[in-house]
């Protein structure tokens, strides 16, 4: 199960109504002094997990049960949050769904089973949920394969003529999502293209990698990892008019499915960051600036009741773009109080952001202060980027951290 400081760390990540719902679960499933619970609030008032302390405090866990104990904790901790959020994430849902065919085929019936499936099936092709849509489909194959349900006939020759059309689309899929994935990594290895050599091997690397495809035959999803593999190649290659155009086309994806935006917010949040830079490297501040308001407000949203994970990514995408934002209008000034946030947020680690993003932050933050003329705090936040030097990330921002370094030590 969990590795315990993730156990940790979940209980501290948990909304009061989610510490709520694991307490009643515990009720339900008998005594609310289970010694799983008595860990459970013993991490949650400590924030911590030190087993001297926690022989201490509960005597009826003893040394021997303790990693017993942990795994039960983790395990109905997960149970918990799945039941809490089942009905807010459609996967979840349709999941879940997927386990009760299960069951009833273990239970012998079959029917019930056929029609659970299909219920999953249709969720699946609704919300492009491929894979799982390939799995219902499977278990139907064998369910109408061993046993007679009377729909055999005409069934079986649609059930092999969708499996085929499945496997067809994930395979384009894969074959995308994985372009897509190469191409972050390169960037996070290279940064951008810096001669035509260098732009004539992304050429060769990007189409030596993109699959044969019919726009027409692409899902939800196939499309979006098509327009971030053309985000990703244009951004390196700085060209910037092609990056906008493709950035364009993933946010307009959401108004060709609109059904997307909540299972897929975290995509729609990346989306407005790539048009948000796009325009930022363009300096077209006034579109940049409404585009701008437009990340903001889907904090204010409350109806999107953003996950952990997507509210990180949002704080991030908005100190990105609100340091672009101070640069574009030059708003150095004004800047002091955000960027004094962005200092506490990353000496407090909010978020789990990487070591790119605070390398990159970094950086940024040295470039304000250089813009303000404090020229020690910038060489401050300079060597922060040189201290923590990754030889293969970055390499890029390295560079230029070294060149203002030496520009800044010049002008004192």
């Given at each position: 199960?969990?590795?315990?400081?993730?156990?940790?760390?979940?209980?501290?990540?948990?909304?009061?109504?989610e510490?709520?719902?694991?307490?009643?679960?515990?009720?339900?499933?008998?005594?609310?002094?289970?010694?799983?619970?008595?860990?459970?609030?013993?991490?949650?008032?400590?924030?911590n997990?030190?087993?001297?302390?926690?022989?201490?405090?509960?005597?009826?866990?003893?040394?021997?049960?303790?990693?017993?104990?942990?795994?039960?904790?983790?395990?109905?901790?997960?149970r918990?949050?799945?039941?809490?959020?089942?009905?807010?994430?459609?996967?979840?849902?349709?999941?879940?769904?997927?386990?009760?065919?299960?069951?009833?085929?273990?239970?012998?019936?079959?029917?019930?089973?056929?029609?659970?499936?299909?219920?999953?099936?249709?969720?699946a092709?609704?919300?492009?949920?491929?894979?799982?849509?390939?799995?219902?489909?499977n278990?139907?194959?064998?369910?109408e394969?061993?046993?007679?349900?009377?729909?055999?006939?005409?069934?079986?020759?649609?059930?092999?003529?969708?499996?085929?059309?499945?496997?067809?689309?994930?395979?384009?899929?894969?074959?995308?999502?994985?372009?897509?994935?190469?191409?972050?990594?390169?960037?996070?290895?290279?940064?951008?293209?810096?001669?035509?050599?260098?732009?004539?091997?992304?050429?060769?690397?990007?189409?030596?990698?993109?699959p044969?495809y019919?726009?027409?035959?692409?899902?939800?999803?196939?499309?979006?990892?098509?327009?971030?593999?053309?985000?990703?190649?244009?951004?390196?290659?700085?060209?910037?008019?092609?990056?906008?155009?493709?950035?364009?086309?993933?946010?307009?994806?959401?108004?060709?499915?609109?059904?997307?935006?909540?299972?897929?917010?975290?995509?729609?949040?990346?989306?407005?960051?790539?048009?948000?830079?796009?325009?930022?490297?363009?300096?077209?501040?006034?579109?940049?600036?409404?585009?701008?308001?437009?990340?903001?407000?889907?904090?204010?949203?409350?109806?999107?009741?953003?996950?952990?994970?997507?509210?990180?990514?949002?704080?991030?995408?908005?100190?990105?773009?609100?340091?672009?934002?101070?640069?574009?209008?030059?708003?150095?000034?004004?800047?002091?109080?955000?960027i004094?946030?962005?200092?506490?947020?990353?000496?407090?680690?909010?978020?789990?952001?990487?070591?790119?993003?605070?390398?990159?932050?970094?950086?940024?933050?040295?470039c304000?202060?250089?813009?303000?003329?404090?020229?020690?705090?910038?060489?401050?936040?300079?060597?922060?980027?040189?201290?923590?030097?990754?030889?293969?990330?970055?390499?890029?921002?390295?560079?230029?951290a070294?060149?203002?370094?030496?520009?800044?030590?010049?002008?004192?």
């Amino acid at each position: 199960m969990l590795k315990i400081a993730d156990v940790v760390t979940l209980i501290t990540k948990m909304s009061k109504s989610e510490k709520r719902n694991f307490k009643l679960l515990a009720q339900k499933t008998g005594s609310k002094d289970k010694l799983y619970v008595q860990l459970f609030d013993f991490i949650e008032k400590s924030k911590n997990y030190d087993v001297a302390l926690i022989l201490k405090s509960i005597p009826s866990i003893k040394k021997s049960q303790l990693s017993n104990v942990k795994a039960m904790l983790s395990k109905q901790i997960l149970r918990s949050l799945i039941d809490v959020h089942k009905e807010e994430y459609i996967e979840l849902k349709a999941r879940e769904k997927f386990n009760f065919a299960k069951v009833l085929y273990t239970m012998g019936l079959y029917r019930a089973s056929l029609d659970m499936l299909d219920v999953v099936i249709k969720m699946a092709e609704e919300y492009h949920m491929k894979p799982l849509g390939f799995m219902a489909i499977n278990f139907e194959k064998l369910i109408e394969s061993q046993h007679v349900t009377k729909s055999m006939s005409p069934r079986a020759y649609k059930l092999a003529t969708t499996s085929d059309n499945i496997v067809n689309q994930l395979s384009v899929a894969n074959e995308l999502s994985n372009l897509a994935l190469l191409l972050y990594a390169r960037y996070l290895e290279n940064g951008y293209v810096k001669n035509e050599e260098e732009y004539k091997q992304l050429h060769q690397y990007f189409h030596s990698l993109l699959p044969i495809y019919d726009i027409n035959d692409l899902g939800f999803y196939e499309k979006l990892n098509l327009y971030q593999s053309f985000v990703w190649f244009y951004y390196m290659a700085q060209n910037f008019v092609s990056y906008y155009k493709y950035s364009i086309k993933w946010i307009l994806l959401f108004e060709e499915y609109p059904m997307m935006m909540r299972p897929a917010t975290i995509h729609y949040i990346k989306g407005l960051n790539n048009v948000l830079t796009a325009l930022f490297m363009a300096q077209k501040q006034e579109m940049f600036n409404d585009v701008y308001i437009k990340l903001n407000e889907i904090s204010i949203d409350k109806s999107k009741n953003l996950s952990v994970n997507e509210k990180a990514q949002l704080s991030l995408f908005k100190y990105i773009h609100g340091l672009n934002h101070i640069f574009i209008g030059a708003n150095y000034q004004s800047g002091y109080s955000f960027i004094e946030n962005l200092e506490m947020t990353i000496a407090k680690q909010t978020y789990p952001w990487d070591v790119s993003r605070i390398m990159v932050f970094n950086y940024k933050i040295a470039c304000f202060y250089f813009g303000i003329g404090d020229l020690s705090t910038t060489i401050s936040y300079l060597n922060k980027v040189e201290n923590s030097f990754q030889p293969r990330l970055k390499v890029d921002i390295q560079c230029f951290a070294r060149v203002l370094n030496l520009i800044a030590h010049y002008d004192l």
